[in-house]
């Protein structure tokens, strides 16, 4: 007795449009990583290759030569080692305090029997729509004796709206409203409730506001250069800026005595803007990784939908 045959299944992936609409994905997905990968390979050739090479152009992709006294320069400076350090310590500082803000707001907001629940949603919602503008901003500031202090950077933009909306949704799908009802038949206050229960299964959404608060916090200088005078207090971005401001070359300094000094300072300084911005990349790249895995669960399951 023969035995039946068995059809072949077939699968949705195995159909001749399904394979070319992969194949298409990748090679935008390709062309995308390309697009995002490039800069960033030849920022860092141009950091270490010769600053005449780089000055000539010859710079396409991959160091020509290798000369490091863009670095050097950057670690015997003190006015970018103290702007390196104001940045971290700015963008820790920021980023605690947004996330530490940003769980207590979105957890009381997610919270059913809150009174006035909708009511506080909106008022945070409304100046995202409604901004008082740079002026008003300015004098608040002023008017708490903010200015020229650390905490002129740090606290106008401690929390993001965008944020807490994300934490509230999060809330919302992961902490069950019977959760907080059995630690209130077991005697939990509502500080208990948040911090023994609802804050250990806020893993992937304190990451994620880490991220974003320390992200923002460190590529931010709008603030800095609006409120601070000090210097010594400049974070690295606001220090980097000024540094592409004087990039130019005055074409009234050139003269036969100065002309080979003033186009070797030049080269220099444009070896030294590309140096700068590797360094200001290696915080976030180093930070990522750890982040990565609870990140993209967080911003999955906490998105607004």
Partial sequence: MSSPQVRPTTHIGDTRLD????RVNYVVLGAFTLAVLYPLVYVLSAS????SALTRGEVWLWPVGLNVDAYKAIWESPRLVTGFTNSVLYTITGALFGTAMTMLAGYVI???EMPFRRFLTLFCLVPTLLSAGIIPNYLVV????????PWAVILPGAMSVFNVLITRTFYQMNVPDELHEAARVDGANEFATFFRIALPLSKPIIAVNLLFYGVAQWNAWFNAFLYLNDDGLFPLQLVLRELLTQSA??????SGANLAEIMAKKELFDKLKYA???VAMIPP????????KHFVKGALIGSVK
């Fill in 285 to 292: 790249l180093i930070a990522y990784p750890f982040v990565q």
């Fill in 276 to 278: 700068m911005i590797v």
């Fill in 110 to 112: 997610a919270r059913h």
């Fill in 48 to 51: 270490v290759s010769e600053p």
């Fill in 249 to 254: 070359v005055d074409p009234s300094a050139l």
């Fill in 19 to 22: 394979r070319v609409f992969g």
């Fill in 142 to 149: 002023r008017s708490l004796g903010l200015l020229n202090t």
